[in-house]
């Protein structure tokens, strides 16, 4: 099988073209590529797909398998990945991912994709919806009880599930031990991504992310947006904001006109392969 390794400022996945065959089990070869060992080593996988609704479909799988409806960093290198092998000759395409279609406009330097503005749509703030636990119409720094200690978060769906905690020392965070903990708590039936944030300034954060079925990434962008949005709701940001993650900056705007929040990032590809899916079964489940 040929793949694609891309990443989004380090939010890196192993990328197929779909657009012609279909891929069996897609999530058992997601947790084996994603095998930084003994795979090829990434956050997961991603199908690039055929649509009858929109340009391409994006279909998105984390390390552990499972499947996502969104991911920022992803739709990205998918915008990358169709114009600079020539699927598309367009420079503002829709992608369809989880359902939702995204708007996509790329920036091309000497015929290659070199960054990349998606419409990311409106936020979901409605707990129900998110989905989390909780009353009223938004939790903003709402209390929430993790490992014996009392955080505030501020829960956002950019369509998959985020809880984002404002604090300071985010490049201390021990956050191996309280991400899983955030995951896999009782006041999130979906699981949650979680945002660990530090505000610099009303124009700039600093974010760390724990993905669930993933871990901590270098980079999230629906988590970036989720950010922003939350910040902007604690009264503590702009309107146009840049989230400073590990593996680098999104710009992130939610505009008042049209409720939608917009990010723009780069897009890279790293290299280009083949993989025998049995060979790599054998490798990976040796263990």
């Known amino acids: 099988m040929k793949f694609t390794k891309m990443h989004g400022i380090g939010n890196?996945?192993?990328?197929?073209?779909?657009?012609?065959?279909?891929?069996?089990?897609?999530?058992?070869?997601?947790?084996?590529?994603?095998?930084?060992?003994?795979?090829i080593g990434s956050d997961g996988l991603i199908l690039i797909q055929s649509s009858d609704e929109a340009d391409f479909e994006m279909a998105m799988y984390n390390a552990d398998g499972s499947y996502g409806k969104m991911c920022g960093n992803g739709i990205r290198c998918?915008?990358?990945?169709?114009?600079?092998?020539?699927?598309?000759?367009?420079t503002?395409?829709?992608?369809i991912s989880g359902g939702a279609v995204k708007y996509l406009k790329l920036t091309v330097e000497n015929g290659k994709v070199k960054k990349v503005r998606v419409n990311m749509g409106e936020p979901i703030l409605k707990p129900s919806?998110?989905?989390?636990?909780?009353?009223?119409?938004?939790?903003?720094?709402?209390?929430?009880?993790?490992d014996n200690q009392v955080y505030e978060m501020t829960c956002v769906s950019m369509g998959n599930p985020h809880a984002v905690v404002f604090m300071d020392g985010v490049d201390d965070?021990?956050?191996?031990?309280?991400?899983?903990?955030?995951?896999?708590?009782?006041?999130?039936?979906d699981r949650v991504n979680t945002e660990f944030v530090e505000r610099m300034d009303r124009k700039n954060l600093k974010m760390r992310v724990w993905e669930r079925g993933s871990g901590e990434?270098?980079?999230?962008?629906?988590?970036?947006?989720?950010?922003a949005v939350a910040a902007i709701l604690n009264g503590c940001a702009e309107r146009e904001v840049t989230v400073h993650l590990l593996g680098g900056d999104l710009e992130i705007?939610?505009?008042e006109t049209d409720n939608c929040v917009y990010m723009t990032g780069a897009a890279a590809t790293a290299f280009t392969g083949e993989f025998d899916p049995e060979e790599l079964r054998s490798s990976v489940e040796d263990r």
């Open 129 to 146: 919806e998110i989905p989390v636990v909780g009353e009223g119409d938004k939790l903003v720094a709402a209390p929430i009880v993790v």
């Open 253 to 255: 705007q939610w505009d």
């Open 78 to 90: 998918v915008a990358k990945y169709v114009y600079d092998n020539g699927l598309t000759d367009k």
């Open 173 to 189: 965070l021990k956050i191996e031990e309280i991400g899983p903990k955030f995951e896999q708590h009782e006041r999130f039936p």
């Open 12 to 39: 890196d996945y192993v990328y197929m073209d779909c657009t012609r065959e279909r891929l069996e089990n897609p999530g058992e070869i997601a947790r084996l590529v994603s095998d930084r060992h003994k795979g």
């Open 217 to 227: 990434t270098m980079a999230c962008g629906t988590g970036a947006c989720a950010t």
């Open 92 to 95: 503002e395409i829709s992608v």
